[in-house]
C-alpha cells in the first residue's frame, strides 16, 4: 500500500499545487520529504511573508497555491497576512505541522493544542484528521473548499501520519474533482436584465473579483453599452476597470454617506463582483440616496447576506455580465439619460482616455510622489503588474497612473501592512514574462522586508520604488480626521533601505532628482533592484 505522503504528493501533483510556499520547522521536515520531480519550494525568511508571496502568486495565477507552515508559532506568525488574502478572497492551501498523535494530548513542545480553532474565523474551513488514512481525504477537501469559498483553508497534521500506510481507499481521492456552477436560472436572469435595462440612470460598482476573474475587458464592453459611469468598490485590491477610461469615476470612498452623495442621481447601482460596501472612516449618512436601487451580484454568499441595503444574487458575475451583454447588443439603445455624462460612443470608438496632469512638485530636496509615479508610467511597460502599499499616496498614484489591462494593480486588500514586498515576489514569480513593480512606502516596508531575499535568491526580475518619507502618513491623515494629530509613533527617521536590500542580496541605489530617476526606471533590470526616492509627505485623499 502507499503512504500517506505518497497519496498526498499525488494528489497535490494532479491539482497542480506542486508550487510550495512555506518556511519549514521539524514537524513539517515528513511531508518535504521525497518531494516528487516538478514540485518546487518557495523559501521565505518569515510566516507573514511565506502568506504574502503565495497571496500574491495565487492571485496573478487566479489558481490555488500551497502553504506549509509550522505548528502554532508559525500559524501564528502569518496570521497578520492571512487577513489579506481572506480580504481579497484568495485560495491558499495551508498545511501545518503537527507533533506526532501521542504528544498532542501532554501538550509536548511544538504541539498545536485544539489546531483547527488557531485559525478560525479567518480561514474558510480546518481540521485535524481524526486518523493517518484520512489525510489524504482531508487534503483534498482543503483544496477544494478552498475553490469553492474562496478562501483560505487550513489543515494539521500530525507527522507521524506522512509515513503511515494510506490504506485501499486511500487512493480514491486522486481521481476527484468538484466544479462550480453558478450561473443565474432563466427565471433570474431575465428579472436581472429588465431591472438593468429598465433603469434610467444606472451606475456600475466594480469589486476586485472583477480583475481576479478575468472579467476586466468584458466589463468595459458592459459599461459601454449601458453607457454607465463606473466606480471601484471602496477599499479596492485589484483594479477592475481602466482608470482613465471616460466612464471611469475612480474609487469610491470609504464612509457611508461620502459614498451616498457619490451615487446621487442615479436610480439603480449594480455592483459586481464586490461586498456592499467595505467602510472604513466612520462617516455616517444615508447608505444611498433616496429613490436609488441597489442590485448586488457576488459569488461570496457572506458578502451578499451581511450587507446592509439592497438586493443580492448569489451567481458568477461573469455570467450576469455575458447575460446583460446579450440583452445589451451592438447597436441597442442604450438607458435614457446617459447622454453626455458617459460618452459611451465615443469610449467605443476609441477616442483617447482622459489624459494625465502634469505631475505635482513639492519643496527642498524631495520629490512629490506624483513626479515618481509620472516617471513610472513614462517609463515602464504599458503592461507592468503594480502591487502598491503606500497608503498615504494613494491620492497621488490615481493622478498619475494610467492602467489599461487586466492584473495591473494589487494592493493589501485587509489593510494590513506586509503585504507589498512579499506579494512583488509573488506576482513577480507567477508572471515571469511580465514586468513587475512593487511601489512599497517605508512604513509598510518593515512588515515584509525579508521578501527580498527570495527574490534575490530566485533572480527574480523585480523593480522595489521605495519611498522614503520618514513617518506613517496614512496614520497622520487619520489622526487628523479622528482629531489626535499629536500621538505618539508616528515618525520612523533613520532608515536606510538601501543597505538593507544590499544586505538581503538585492542591488539597489538611492536617486534624488526626477531626471535619474527616470533613467534608472529606463533600465531593464535582469534581477531584483530596489530605487529609494526620499518623497514629501502626501495625503490618502
Known amino acids: 500500500m502507499p503512504s500517506v505522503r505518497h497519496v498526498s504528493h499525488e494528489f497535490l501533483a494532479r491539482q497542480g499545487l506542486t508550487t510550495v510556499f512555506g518556511n519549514p520547522g521539524s514537524n513539517e521536515l ?31 495565477t487566479g489558481r490555488p497555491v500551497l502553504v506549509n507552515l509550522h505548528a502554532a508559532s508559525g500559524s501564528g506568525n502569518a496570521m ?7 480580504s481579497s478572497r484568495t485560495p491558499l492551501v495551508i498545511v501545518a505541522g503537527q507533533q506526532v498523535r501521542p504528544a498532542v494530548g501532554p501538550e509536548a513542545n511544538l504541539a498545536n493544542v485544539d489546531a483547527p480553532s488557531l485559525m478560525k474565523p479567518l480561514v474558510g474551513w480546518a481540521a485535524e484528521p481524526a486518523c493517518a488514512q484520512d489525510v489524504p481525504r482531508a487534503l483534498a477537501q482543503a483544496v477544494f473548499e478552498a475553490e469553492l469559498q474562496r478562501r483560505p483553508t487550513y489543515l494539521s497534521v500530525p507527522y507521524d501520519d506522512w509515513a503511515a500506510d494510506a490504506g485501499e481507499n486511500g487512493p480514491a481521492v486522486l481521481d476527484r474533482s468538484v466544479r462550480r456552477g453558478s450561473a443565474p436560472d432563466a427565471e433570474l436572469g431575465r428579472d436581472l436584465v429588465e431591472r438593468v435595462t429598465a433603469a434610467e440612470r444606472p451606475a456600475l460598482v466594480l469589486g476586485g473579483d472583477i480583475d481576479t476573474a478575468g472579467l476586466f475587458d468584458d466589463a468595459v ?39 451616498s452623495d457619490a451615487l446621487e442621481g ?12 467595505r467602510y472604513h472612516e466612520y462617516l455616517p449618512g ?47 439603445a442604450t438607458p435614457a439619460g446617459t447622454g453626455a455624462d458617459a460618452t459611451p460612443a465615443a469610449a467605443s470608438a476609441g477616442v483617447a482616455y482622459r489624459p494625465t496632469p502634469a505631475p505635482a512638485t513639492a519643496e527642498g530636496d524631495r520629490l512629490h510622489p506624483e513626479e515618481v509615479f509620472a516617471a513610472l508610467r513614462d517609463e515602464q511597460p504599458a503592461d507592468t503588474a503594480y502591487v502598491v502599499e503606500s497608503t498615504s499616496t494613494s491620492a497621488a498614484w490615481w493622478r498619475q497612473m494610467d492602467l489599461r489591462r487586466p492584473g495591473s494593480y494589487y494592493f493589501p486588500a485587509a489593510g494590513g501592512l506586509g ?9 513577480a514569480l507567477a508572471q515571469p514574462d511580465r514586468p513587475v513593480v512593487g511601489v512599497i512606502g517605508d512604513g509598510s516596508a518593515n512588515y515584509g522586508i525579508t521578501a527580498l531575499w527570495t527574490a534575490a535568491q530566485l533572480r527574480l526580475p523585480l523593480t522595489v520604488v521605495l519611498l522614503r518619507n520618514g513617518t ?12 489626535v494629530p499629536d500621538a505618539p509613533g508616528l515618525d520612523i527617521p533613520g532608515l536606510d533601505f538601501t543597505r538593507i536590500a544590499e544586505g538581503y542580496g538585492v542591488r539597489s541605489q538611492h536617486v ?29 485623499h
Not at 518535504?32 to 502568486?57: N, S
Not at 497578520?80 to 481572506?86: D, E, F, H, I, W
Not at 477592475?240 to 464612509?255: C, D, Q, S
Not at 503585504?419 to 506576482?427: D, R, S, T
Open 221 to 259: 464592453r458592459l459599461a459601454e453599452r449601458l453607457g454607465s459611469p463606473v466606480w471601484a468598490a471602496p477599499s479596492q485590491f485589484r483594479l477592475p476597470f481602466p482608470n482613465r477610461h471616460p466612464l471611469f469615476r475612480g474609487v469610491l470612498p470609504a464612509g457611508i454617506k461620502p459614498i
Open 419 to 427: 503585504f507589498g514586498l512579499p506579494g512583488a515576489v509573488g506576482v
Open 286 to 332: 444615508r447608505y444611498l440616496p433616496e429613490g436609488t436601487r441597489l442590485l448586488q451580484v457576488t459569488e461570496d454568499a457572506s458578502a451578499a447576506a451581511r450587507a446592509p441595503m439592497g438586493d443580492a444574487v448569489v451567481a458568477d458575475p461573469g455570467a450576469v455580465i455575458g447575460l446583460l451583454l446579450e440583452a445589451l447588443a451592438e447597436g441597442a
Open 30 to 60: 515528513p511531508f518535504l520529504a521525497d518531494l516528487p520531480d516538478g514540485f518546487r519550494y518557495v523559501l521565505g525568511l518569515h510566516e507573514g511573508a511565506v502568506v504574502g508571496m503565495a497571496d500574491g502568486y495565487a492571485q496573478a
Open 80 to 86: 497578520g497576512a492571512l487577513t489579506n488574502a481572506v
Open 472 to 483: 506613517y502618513g496614512a496614520l497622520r491623515w487619520f489622526g487628523g480626521l479622528l482629531g
Open 266 to 277: 442615479h436610480d439603480l447601482v449594480l455592483v459586481l463582483g464586490a461586498p456592499v460596501f
Open 512 to 540: 534624488t532628482d526626477v531626471r535619474e530617476l527616470r533613467a534608472v526606471l529606463a533600465e531593464q533590470p535582469d534581477g531584483p533592484r530596489l530605487v529609494q526616492v526620499d518623497t514629501a509627505l502626501t495625503t490618502p
